[in-house]
């Protein structure tokens, strides 16, 4: 049934390249193996919950141990620049604020800042509708997540509805 197919390949924008429950469970070994030298990290309920201020102790010491094997980090985000600007300076990382994913710009300022082209570079979030929908029109190695625990923005929380259906065909195809 040609409907069925097209339908298919349109969704098919929205199916990360993994999807994870956590940050700790991304292969960093499998991930240079694809020759993956970069990551871009979403960050409001991806590395920090959206209402909290500061990192859990755990992710920090992930990230750093991250950094430590080599990839290169920024931070993309569709949030404000001081929330941004926060998080960078604490972890000495660069960063791109209101990125308006999941158009494609704040990304490739992102790999714009890193020096590193698309084949080579991985996108960490936790939302279909921004994260994996913005990294897969750019030609990145899409990570989903499993949102962190905690309140979410209004907008966030409509999408989330959204995103169950998705899921629920990406576990399908996963079986």
């Known amino acids: 049934m040609p ?36 990551i871009l990290f979403d960050i409001d309920n991806t590395l920090i919950p959206w209402d909290c201020q500061h990192m859990d102790p755990k992710i920090e010491t992930w990230f750093r141990n991250l950094c430590q094997q080599g990839f290169k980090v920024c931070f993309v985000s569709n949030n404000n ?20 994913k999941p158009r494609r710009r704040g990304l490739r300022r992102a790999l714009s800042i890193l020096g590193t082209d698309t084949r080579e570079t991985a996108l960490v979030g936790d939302q279909v509708f921004t994260d994996v929908l913005a990294g897969n029109r750019l030609g990145l190695y899409t990570i989903l997540v499993a949102p962190l625990a ?12 959204l995103e169950k259906l998705v899921l629920g065909r990406i576990k399908k195809l996963q079986s």
């Open 3 to 38: 409907g069925a197919k097209w339908c298919e390949k349109m969704l098919s924008v929205l199916y990360p390249k993994a999807y994870v429950p956590s940050l700790f469970h991304i292969n960093l070994g499998e991930l240079k193996k694809r020759g993956i030298k970069a």
């Open 81 to 100: 620049e001081s929330r941004v600007s926060a998080l960078c300076r604490s972890l000495q990382v660069p960063g791109v604020h209101k990125a308006a």
């Open 150 to 161: 905690g309140k979410e923005f209004i907008g966030t929380r409509i999408n989330r509805k």
